[in-house]
């Protein structure tokens, strides 16, 4: 409290009256403090000084005592303190704390009991007032809009501390990396609420370049996509653990052609490079960025990008900030931990608070709080502050980003959206051809085309779906690819639960043929056409060896007549097990090496490939197979 009142004295409260003056024109005004002590007799020599000190200059700093200074013993200490206080006589003596809308206890002493009801009514009073948040804009001073440089590090407020100073966040010298924790509902989307639109507020998109990636099934960063917030170059909404390896691949490789231009420079890092020519830091946010370490099958990748950015990103440019609601049940190595050097905490467990800060110190804060820590967490450099609410609604904030970046005529930055809970819309033109399928687009930071080739006669396609809803959608858009090619559709169904849908499905030109398999395979197809069969699992006439090896022949010379054959099964797990189908199986696995799996059972990904597919974790997913190379690609199908 002594401290308190020094830095008042000496850096805020000079020139003024007192707090109640300099409170009238300031924008961080000071609180009102309450210290309330009853037993005088306890305290030490140090301990009287310091409260001679503030009972004597407290006031004009904001500092109210209230001291029981009733002794049991002679005490000249105790005295001496009566010089610097006055007196609670009668309840007019109150007066002056009217406004603190307190209720006068009319004793004829002064108990400890009473004091510690009063103090608990003033706490009371101050923690309902506390409830009124400060907001991000007190933090941004409009002169400074865009004006900061990059090129030595980055650093922009995030808070207060006691004392009313700025808290900043800081990365590019010794703090490259950071770690956010709290738990649900404690302000953590918040937080990243302010440190996004700060970095934006005082850094130009030249300067700072933003990925941010969000693991929640919300749309917390989506916001930014509507203006797009022009320092994004990729704004991902509930992403998959693939898509979040492809980005963290790119990002290795990005950082490497970084390397390579410094060294065309002789420049060891990005402060020396900016000498020759600009270029941007890059910011990465994942937030539950553990969801990456919850398929074991990726984590060890996970893992060595990680460790590859951390150790080398200060010297690139590329820093990471790393949020959770937990640390709990993560499998995190150690070592990757032990390179962030950043660690801000909000409310949370005493369990996770040990995690990140070495102590239990988080647990007892309540929102707007956090603790900011750029030492690994080691309790001496710990700095507790308090965090603004950011607005609700920040259009206003992106239109005038958007209205400077176009003023200033920048240079335009190659942008990504991806959402994870949105279906991909097809596009007015489809890359189709004659032997070409164009499906949607590869679940990865790229986003490319997903292109299916049929180049000879072992690559023609399977489609494993149990999903009748899903098998439809695939249908519309295999039809709307075949009319972008011109080509002839014949179509041979045995699903008996179709029969409700082929209204529906004649509206994209696929209308069943007449007649048996045997019967079309026997008579010549016209060039330039596909064969399209549902269900495998119910067409008996391919469950003997006459309908499998008439389908053969016509495979077998399909391609060289623009021709090739797209086969639906509900359950390949069965006709996998069924002793009875050897010929089947042997035409499925020589001429069936392309194969798509959408919306279908663990165990139907498994007879797919003998290789381990990742599961679909997102229903809007599929994966494309290619067993002669023995490879897999999860993409998004276009939805009409």
Not at 307 to 320: A, E, Q
Not at 452 to 479: C, G, P, T, W, Y
Request: with cysteine; aromatic share 10%.
């Amino acid at each position: 409290m002594y401290e308190y009142l020094k830095v008042n004295l000496q850096e805020k409260l000079a020139g003024f009256r007192d707090f109640a003056h300099y409170n009238e024109t300031a924008k961080d005004p000071l609180p009102l403090k309450a210290l309330f002590l009853s037993g005088v007799d306890a305290l030490s020599k140090d301990a009287l000084y310091y409260l001679e000190k503030i009972m004597r200059f407290g006031s004009k700093n904001g500092v109210l005592s209230f001291v029981n200074l009733e002794s049991e013993k002679n005490n000249q200490s105790a005295e001496d303190l009566k010089k610097h206080a006055e007196f609670f006589k009668d309840t007019t003596s109150f007066e002056r704390l009217k406004y603190l809308s307190v209720e006068v206890i009319n004793d004829h002493g002064i108990q400890p009991q009473h004091m510690q009801d009063f103090a608990d009514r003033i706490k009371a009073y101050y923690r309902q007032k506390k409830e009124v948040k400060r907001e991000l804009k007190d933090l941004q001073k409009d002169k400074e809009f865009w004006t900061k440089s990059s090129q030595y590090e980055v650093v922009v407020p995030v808070g207060w501390d006691i004392n009313h100073k700025e808290v900043c966040f800081e990365i590019g010298n010794e703090q490259n990396h950071t770690l956010i924790c709290d738990h649900s509902g404690s302000g953590k989307s918040n937080f990243l609420h302010v440190l996004i639109q700060n970095l934006a507020f005082y850094y130009a998109p030249n300067e700072v370049q933003l990925f941010l990636l969000d693991y929640k099934e919300g749309v917390e960063f989506n916001a930014y996509t509507d203006p797009i917030l022009e320092h994004a170059r990729l704004v991902s909404v509930a992403s998959s653990v693939g898509y979040g390896m492809s980005f963290l691949s790119w990002l290795c490789k990005e950082m490497q052609k970084r390397a390579d231009r410094f060294k065309q420079f002789n420049v060891k890092d990005l402060s020396d490079y900016r000498k020759h020519e600009k270029m941007p830091r890059l910011i990465v946010v994942i937030d539950e960025f553990q969801v990456l370490f919850s398929d074991n099958k990726s984590t060890k990748a996970v893992e060595g990008h990680l460790n590859t950015l951390l150790k080398k990103g200060r010297s690139y440019g590329v820093h990471l900030i790393l949020a959770t609601q937990t640390m709990r049940g993560t499998d995190i190595n150690r070592s990757i931990m032990a390179q962030i050097a950043n660690c801000i905490a909000l409310p949370m467990d005493a369990d996770d608070s040990a995690k990140i800060l070495d102590d239990d110190v988080a647990c007892e804060l309540v929102r707007p709080e956090g603790i900011f820590n750029n030492n690994g967490g080691h309790q001496k450099y710990h700095t507790k502050m308090s965090i603004p609410k950011a607005p609700d609604d920040f259009k206003s904030f992106l239109t005038k980003i958007h209205a400077e970046f176009n003023q200033r005529n920048l240079a335009s930055i190659d942008r990504k959206i991806y959402n994870g809970e949105t279906p991909l819309k097809m596009p007015n033109t489809l890359k189709a051809n004659e032997m070409r399928l164009h499906l949607g687009k590869k679940v990865d930071y790229e986003q490319k085309d997903l292109i299916v080739e049929f180049e000879n006669n072992e690559s023609h396609l399977l489609v494993v779906s149990q999903d009748l809803n899903a098998r439809i959608a695939l249908m519309k858009l295999f039809a709307q690819n075949f009319k972008t090619a011109n080509k002839e559709l014949l179509f041979y169904n045995v699903e008996k639960r179709l029969v409700r849908e082929l209204d529906e499905l004649k509206k994209h030109h696929i209308t069943p043929m007449q007649g048996s398999l045997g019967s079309v395979l026997d008579t010549a197809m016209n060039p330039n056409s596909v064969l399209i069969i549902d269900n495998l699992n119910e067409a008996k006439e391919l469950h003997d060896k006459i309908g499998v090896e008439k389908l053969r022949s016509f495979l077998e010379k399909a391609t060289d007549n623009e021709q090739y054959c797209i086969i639906f099964a509900h359950n390949l797990k069965q006709i996998q097990a069924n002793y009875d189908s050897v010929k089947l199986k042997e035409l499925l696995n020589n001429h069936f090496k392309q194969r798509l799996a959408f919306k279908c059972s663990r165990e139907n990904l498994g007879a797919i490939t003998k290789n381990d597919l990742p599961s679909l974790t997102n229903k809007l997913n599929a994966l494309f197979v290619e067993l002669s190379k023995d490879s897999y690609t999860e993409f998004r199908p276009f939805s009409l």
